[in-house]
């Protein structure tokens, strides 16, 4: 079982800046891919980023631009760099990774989930 814990939302205004850090309880180099979706009020969840252990990444066209994905190996963790935050933005964030091991096939893991509102 693969934990993953979430932190560095909360409140900011447009135009600003959050960064939210996603820590796995095993190594990362056994999860690939990881990555980031979010739910909006009322909306289905949706992809925002995602990064491979090689560090290949994949952004929504949203957020191209102003987000970031990156890893920290060493830490066991992935984070999501956003600028330019537009209340559009606000909504639940999700990381996600995916294990894959012989004789089981690939498992998603999912985190708690942080909450992220940018007010106009």
């Known amino acids: 079982q693969v934990q993953l814990v979430e932190s560095g939302g909360g409140l900011v205004q447009a135009g600003g800046s959050l960064r939210l850090s996603c820590g796995a309880s095993?190594?990362?180099?056994?999860?690939?891919?990881m990555g980031w979706y979010r739910q909006p009020p009322g909306e289905q969840r949706e992809l925002v980023a995602t990064?491979?252990?090689?560090?290949?990444?994949n952004y929504a066209d949203s957020v191209k631009g102003r987000f970031t994905i990156s890893r920290d190996n060493a830490k066991n963790t992935v984070y999501l760099q956003m600028n330019t935050l537009k209340p559009e933005d606000t909504a639940v964030y999700y990381c996600t990774a995916r294990q894959t091991r012989l004789q089981i096939g690939s498992l998603d893991y999912w985190g708690q989930g942080t909450q992220v509102t940018v007010s106009s």
């Open positions: 095993i190594s990362i180099f056994r999860l690939n891919p």
């Open positions: 990064i491979t252990v090689g560090g290949s990444t």
